[in-house]
Nanobody
């Protein structure tokens, strides 16, 4: 099995920065993609940033220029550097990864438990 553990959330003032981390552990052959989603009460979970195993990135329009996703393949860890934070960035942030456990098994999608980010005005 695979586990994703997020860390780095917390309370920050508007304009501040936070860095989220997500470490994958367990039976990992390779990782196709690692992503960050966020969710606020009453709303659907939305994709914030994505990175493929080849390093290609994609961002939601609302965070472009402020957030940066990166990865350390050797550590099976993905990061989300969040700068110029706004109150509307307040949400639970979830790590998501598409991982193959062996060379002959299909990729599976895994989720972390989430980490709370609160931005005060």
């Amino acid at each position: 099995q695979v586990q994703l553990v997020e860390s780095g959330g917390g309370l920050v003032q508007a304009g501040g920065s936070l860095r989220l981390s997500c470490a994958a552990s367990g039976n990992i052959f390779n990782t196709n993609a690692m992503n960050w989603y966020r969710q606020t009460p009453g709303k659907q979970r939305e994709l914030v940033a994505a990175i493929t195993s080849g390093g290609m990135t994609n961002y939601a329009d609302s965070v472009k220029g402020r957030f940066t996703i990166s990865e350390d393949n050797a550590k099976n860890t993905v990061y989300l550097q969040m700068n110029s934070l706004k109150p509307e960035d307040t949400a639970v942030y979830y790590c998501n990864a598409v991982i193959r456990g062996t060379s002959f098994t299909a990729p599976k999608v895994y989720w972390g438990r989430g980490t709370q980010v609160t931005v005060s005005s």
